[in-house]
């Protein structure tokens, strides 16, 4: 049960209702995420909407956005997040066990700029200050620094929602466990 009550869409002021319905149905199902942060609409329009425009502009592949994201869940063990961004690993190809063994020495069909973002998100998650400048030349091969300010922005704003969902008590929707173990399924057919 989350520690505060939720809002529902009718309740949020009228300018905030665009971003509440899109990020609970476009973005994904995070309704029960939104229902709390509608405590505060500032912080709707302004930490999901950044999500919803980044995710617009698409600048970064999702393939590597969901690496990123479910690494740093798991690091975080934020069941939340990764149980809404686990089925995304798959929609980008990649196998339950990949999403499962994410933080193990050899992840199935991950190659080597799938290591590096999975490497960086752990960095990024776990030690930042001490992130050698070996790292970004790695990073500066495979992306822009456009994408490289933006892969870093998620993997830290993953490590604040991981935070916010747990410390809240935000409960999982109904029906994604359900699609995650359904998706699973599916692939092992």
Do not use: W
């Not at 994904?28 to 919803?52: D, E």
């Not at 799938?114 to 752990?122: S, T």
């Amino acid at each position: 049960m989350p520690r505060v009550r939720e809002i529902e869409i009718e309740d949020v002021p009228e300018d905030t209702r665009s971003v509440y319905r899109r990020f609970a149905t476009d973005y994904g199902p995070f309704l029960n995420q939104v229902k709390i942060f509608a405590h505060r609409p500032p912080a709707l329009r302004h930490i999901m909407g950044l999500l919803l425009e980044l995710a617009d502009e698409a600048v970064l592949p999702k393939r590597y956005l969901e690496i990123a994201l479910v690494v740093v869940s798991k690091l975080n063990e934020c069941e939340y997040c990764v149980a809404h961004h686990a089925p995304r690993l798959m929609d980008q190809g990649l196998s339950v066990d990949a999403a499962a063994d994410i933080l193990a020495a050899r992840v199935p069909g991950f190659d080597e700029v799938d290591m590096l973002v999975r490497d960086y998100a752990v960095q990024v998650t776990e030690t930042p200050g001490r992130i050698r400048d070996a790292m970004h030349e790695r990073l500066h091969q495979h992306f822009s620094e456009e994408q490289i300010v933006e892969l870093t922005l998620r993997i830290a704003l993953c490590g604040f929602f991981n935070r916010f969902n747990d410390a809240m008590g935000i409960e999982m929707e109904d029906g994604v466990e359900a699609e995650m173990l359904s998706r699973a399924a599916a692939m092992g057919d």
